[in-house]
């Protein structure tokens, strides 16, 4: 019978073909499963107890899950939480029950473990205490914020990295000699063309494999060899979308570094965090709303013009939007990265927190309270007020703190930048009081 179009077999992405079955052929981690680390002394011990696998995509989570069911003696199920629901959850908790009264073990890989809601994670909780699954899940998302605390606390969680550079072009030398891979046919790709792929996946291997792919299946056909030149490289990693999430860990963590870089006046450091939310389209007005903050936190009155500045930066955001805007923030990103520091405004504010928040029903000093009706002049409001600019030196020695705070201090100025001024200024203003009988 004459095979139909639809009766042909899919050839299988080369990332799939060439999938680690044993810790040998498993390329990266070697902090948990080079010799003697503590998760292949586990597998190898098939001592395997419920864990999470958090790392970025393309490191490994899943493979190294599949090499543990190879490797063990436990009956694996490979469980998605893109498709499957409650129901589907407790069918498979039901068989795993079962299998254990026969002595048999199941391993439940969970992929995407974060994509479940509570109430799904909540339904593995009882066979993972009870011990009738070992559960292993994977996760890009930081599972103290994504998975249950319940849950959690009963997995062991192991942090997948990024693969080094010359992880990746082992990878990729394997794939072009591999029979799996590339192995079968001749393929001319000169090391440096490796290594700029590898640069380019940036520590994934499903991104590695998936452009080597596409620039072998895109080589010039030189008789029965496929060259690999620069020009199919490039166009093949022309455009890579960056690892972003504007909801996610990465989000707080590109922008925690560009404030610790101002905050450690780094501008180069600086710039570079800036460009890589703005490259992956993080909304400029954000950026600038956290320039203005950090201007206030951590620039005060060493430079009052940093203010200034991160407020016009976010104003161009707001009227000229990116690209343009983009040269707005990187002038205020390194003007604050190299302004003189002080946290003092900072640090009063905080402290005067703590004293408002144990403090919230101390009364308003009678003098300092305003007297618009009659029966409060009566009961003494604003009685004795001073109008400092009826004075010459523009400075009375009036109480303005409750008498349970008197003699508090909040702001204690630095010597930092203009902020000198300001402490001088405070300890002339302070000398005054003490001298006219202030508080």
């Known amino acids: 019978m004459q095979q139909s179009f639809f009766d042909r077999e899919v050839p299988k992405p080369l990332a799939d073909r060439l999938r680690p079955e044993t810790l040998e052929e498993y390329v990266g981690q070697r902090h948990l499963i080079g010799p003697g680390k503590v998760l292949r002394r586990l597998i190898e011990a098939d001592r395997i107890s419920s864990m999470i696998f958090w790392g970025p995509p393309g490191v ?7 090499i543990i069911a190879h490797q063990t003696k436990a009956e694996f199920i490979d469980f998605s939480a893109v498709t499957s629901g409650i129901r589907e959850i407790r069918q498979v908790m039901l068989q ?3 299998n254990t009264r026969y002595g048999q073990r199941t391993i439940v890989f969970v992929d995407e473990i974060h994509r479940f ?8 909780l009882p066979f993972v205490e009870k011990g009738s699954i070992v559960l292993i899940g994977a996760t890009t998302e930081n599972p103290s914020f994504e998975v249950n605390s319940a849950l959690l606390s009963r997995c062991k969680v192991f942090v997948l990295q990024g693969l080094t550079q010359s992880d990746i ?5 394997r794939a072009l000699s591999d029979p799996r891979g590339f192995g079968a046919q001749k393929v001319e790709m000169p090391e440096a063309l490796i290594g700029a792929v590898a640069q380019f996946a940036n ?6 494999l998936m452009t080597l792919e596409m620039v072998v299946l895109n080589g010039d ?14 166009q093949c990693t ?5 690892l972003y999430d504007k909801k996610g860990e ?3 963590n590109l922008i925690s570094a560009l404030h610790k870089s101002m905050r450690n006046s780094d501008p180069d450091a600086a710039v570079y965090w800036l460009a890589r939310m703005l490259e992956a389209r993080e909304d400029p007005l954000y950026v600038a709303r956290r320039v203005t903050r950090f201007a206030a936190e951590d620039v005060g009155l060493a430079d009052p013009r940093a203010v200034e500045i991160a407020v016009a930066a976010y104003q161009a955001c707001h009227w000229i939007g990116m690209p343009e805007c983009s040269v707005h923030l990187t002038q205020a990103v390194v003007y604050m990265s190299l302004a003189p520091k002080s946290n003092a405004l900072y640090m009063a504010y905080n402290h005067a927190r703590e004293d408002a928040q144990a403090m919230l029903a101390e009364p308003v000093p009678l003098v300092i309270r305003n007297a618009p009706t009659g029966l409060m002049r009566e009961l003494d409001y604003g009685k004795g007020y001073q109008y400092a600019h009826d004075t010459e030196e523009k400075l009375t020695n009036m109480q303005c703190l409750p008498d349970s705070l008197l003699g508090r201090t909040y702001y204690q100025p630095t010597r930092q930048g203009l902020e000198g001024r300001f402490a001088d200024r405070l300890e002339e203003i302070k000398r005054w009081k003490k001298e006219h009988g202030g508080a």
Do not use: W
């Open 96 to 98: 795993a029950d079962e």
């Open 203 to 208: 520590g994934d291997a499903r991104t590695a």
């Open 250 to 252: 990465e989000h707080y």
């Open 221 to 234: 056909l030189q008789g029965d060899t496929t060259v690999v030149t620069p020009e199919t490289v490039e």
């Open 117 to 124: 809601n509570k109430a799904q994670q909540d339904a593995f």
């Open 238 to 242: 022309s455009k890579k979308s960056l």
């Open 169 to 173: 072009e082992a990878l990729l030398r």
């Open 60 to 66: 490994g989570k899943t493979t190294l899950a599949r």
